[in-house]
């Protein structure tokens, strides 16, 4: 079994950074799928970024020229960088690992980052 413990949320004003941390244990994530995603009060769980292992990134479009993905294998820990953060970025992040060989989906508890305006 895979477990993920996200960190780094927290409040903050418009306009300030975060680095979110995802420390993954039980298996190397470096042969997955990895991603961040985002959901509000009152709203669906969104895809934010995903980064497959050989390097390609996916960001929606909301993030786009902001926030960056980024995977340490070494450390077996994944990365979100929020940049020029948003009233509207606010929301309970959750990291994300898919291992298509076997089809397993596993997910954090999630950190909650609130910008004020």
């Known amino acids: 079994q895979v477990q993920l413990e996200e960190s780094g949320g927290g409040l903050v004003e418009a306009g300030d950074s975060l680095r979110l941390s995802c420390a993954a244990s039980g298996r190397d994530i470096s042969t997955a799928v990895t991603g961040w995603y985002r959901q509000a009060p009152g709203k669906q769980r969104d895809l934010v970024a995903t980064l497959t292992t050989n390097g390609k990134v996916n960001l929606a479009d909301s993030v786009k020229g902001r926030f960056t993905i980024a995977r340490d294998n070494f450390k077996n820990t994944m990365y979100l960088q929020m940049n020029s953060l948003k009233p509207e970025d606010s929301a309970v992040y959750y990291c994300?690992?898919?291992?298509?060989?076997?089809?397993?989906?596993?997910w954090g508890k999630g950190t909650l980052v609130t910008v004020s305006s």
């Open positions: 994300n690992v898919n291992f298509p060989d076997s089809s397993m989906d596993y």
